[in-house]
């Protein structure tokens, strides 16, 4: 069956401009979250969803980054004025239940490089 | 959420035993312990959790000391697929997110 499915794979932007992110979660999970990796080390949450609503956003950087899910399936990451430091892999995880399963899957993660 | 603490990196032979220690003294009694790993250039894989007693499923079996303070993660037969970045992680039974460290890179050697 289709896993977490992320995209584009790879983007390189230049500093100061807007990029989106994409998530596609697997079919019916309800929980969906975001986390970003730097290189060399793990990967550092961002968000989460259950459902429609971010039930824990605490660890966005700062309000040059959104996330959305409009109707509790895909999600997009927004991140507005991209700088250098931005760039990493932003990955995307889904669950049937959230952390209590105790299996979230991952996606294989969008690249971002911002010049 | 406790802290974890893993070796920065391990080697094993193929065929063998990996074992990969985490250690945990500040976990408390509300709280998992989470194994997930992670290859080169693709996104976690979730391995085995516990609370306190040990664990065992077709990928590993997850060893919890009796205090809890310690964990050990057995790859019984390792190969080389196995070459990954091992994340041990605490989790509160109510907790809604994981913590990754930077976990312990293990290397499986022909």
């Known amino acids: 069956g289709a896993g977490v499915s992320q995209t584009p794979s790879n983007k390189v932007t230049e500093k100061g401009k807007y990029v989106e992110l994409r998530c596609d979660p697997i079919?019916?999970?309800?929980?969906l979250y975001w986390y970003r990796q730097s290189l060399g080390q793990g990967p550092e949450f961002l968000i989460y969803f259950q459902g429609t609503g971010a039930a824990d956003d605490s660890g966005l950087p700062n309000d040059r980054f959104f996330a959305v899910r409009p109707e509790g399936s895909v999600s997009t990451l927004k991140i507005q004025r991209t700088e250098r430091g931005d760039s990493a892999v932003y990955l995307c995880?889904?669950?049937?239940?959230?952390?209590?399963?105790?299996?979230?899957?991952f996606g294989e993660g969008s690249r971002l490089t911002v010049l | 959420d406790a802290k974890t603490t893993q070796p920065t990196s391990m080697d094993c032979a193929e065929g063998r035993a990996a074992n990969l220690p985490c250690n945990h003294s500040?976990?408390?009694?509300?709280?998992?312990v989470y194994w997930y790993r992670q290859i080169h250039s693709q996104g976690p894989q979730y391995i085995i959790h516990?609370?306190?007693n040990n664990e065992t499923n077709e990928m590993a079996s997850l060893i919890i000391t009796e205090d809890r303070k310690s964990s050990t993660l057995i790859l019984p037969h390792a190969t080389l697929r196995d070459t990954a970045v091992y994340y041990c992680i605490v989790v509160p039974t109510s907790g809604s997110r994981l913590t990754f460290g930077e976990g312990t890179q293990l290397t499986v050697n022909p």
């Open positions: 500040t976990i408390s009694g509300n709280e998992y």
């Open positions: 516990g609370l306190k």
């Open positions: 079919s019916g999970h309800t929980a």
């Open positions: 995880a889904s669950s049937s239940r959230g952390l209590s399963t105790g299996e979230l899957f």
